[in-house]
């Protein structure tokens, strides 16, 4: 698979998977070349659990992603949460459906440590025929601290030929 094509075997907005089922196949052992592809690759984290409107993001920072005071950017928190809060939209989508953040709002409420395991948990609220709202939370794996919170308002798009 070239860098350039999809990162799913079947793409987001077809006629033939819902959003839940699109999201399944990026679970880990699902498909070894997404495993090594997108955002998350990047950023250190991964899905690692796709149900009816919630994800779970799970990963750990690391000094890629600190700023120049050393601690972690606000940018790693923002990605993380706008992954794990828009993937919760995407989960209630019905087939030819496809999604994509209008705004994103994040608080960090303390510093995650460089290499501390964290869930970054996105719920969806609402899905409708044009937007979807959610919320996340990034809480630390070993001590249950929140880390960071966020809401996210994302567009809905009916695609060409969906029903």
Not at 29 to 42: M, T, V
Not at 134 to 143: H, K, N, P, S, W
Not at 157 to 162: S, T
Request: aromatic letters at 6%; one cysteine or more; hydrophobic letters at 40%.
């Amino acid at each position: 698979m070239s860098d350039n094509q999809l990162l799913t075997k079947v793409p987001l907005g077809s006629p033939d998977i819902n959003g839940l089922d699109y999201m399944r196949q990026m679970l880990p052992g699902q498909d070894a070349e997404f495993d090594k592809k997108g955002i998350g690759a990047l950023l250190g984290y991964r899905l690692t659990e796709a149900e009816d409107g919630m994800v779970v993001f799970s990963g750990a920072p690391t000094a890629m992603a600190v700023n120049p005071m050393g601690t972690v950017h606000g940018g790693w928190y923002g990605t993380l949460l706008d992954s794990c809060m828009a993937c919760a939209i995407c989960t209630r989508l019905p087939p030819g459906h496809a999604y994509t953040t209008l705004e994103y709002k994040i608080n960090i409420l303390r510093s995650v440590p460089i290499g501390r395991e964290v869930r970054a948990i996105g719920t969806a609220q609402h899905v409708g025929r044009s937007t979807g709202i959610a919320i996340g939370e990034i809480r630390g794996v070993e001590d249950g601290k929140l880390y960071a919170t966020g809401s996210t308002t994302c567009i809905v798009l009916k695609m060409p030929g969906a029903a």
